[in-house]
């Protein structure tokens, strides 16, 4: 599995940016930390949702971290279903 703190780096970055395709971005990103060990799926995905929530709670002005919540939260949502 990829490493946590360079998908929140790349993330971070994310979250402050205005391109027209970010939810996309972010969405790569986060499937891209997420794809190299599909039996610790579950485990990656709630170390990001926990480390989301902690970028969120910082309150960095520019930051949105809404689409990368979302899309963590939709996944996880997935896997209970």
């Known amino acids: 599995m990829r490493r946590l703190r360079p998908c929140l780096a790349a993330l971070r970055v994310l979250a402050r940016s205005k391109a027209p395709l970010r939810h996309r971005l972010i969405e790569l990103e986060i499937d891209e930390y997420l794809k190299n060990d599909p039996l610790n799926f579950a485990r990656g995905l709630e170390r990001l949702r926990v480390a ?30």
Not at 53 to 81: C, F, I, P
Request: hydrophobic share 35%; no cysteine; charged share 35%.
């Open 52 to 81: 989301i929530q902690n970028e969120e709670a910082k309150l960095h002005e520019g930051e949105d971290w809404s689409v990368a919540r979302e899309y963590v939260r939709s996944l996880l949502h997935r896997m209970t279903n």
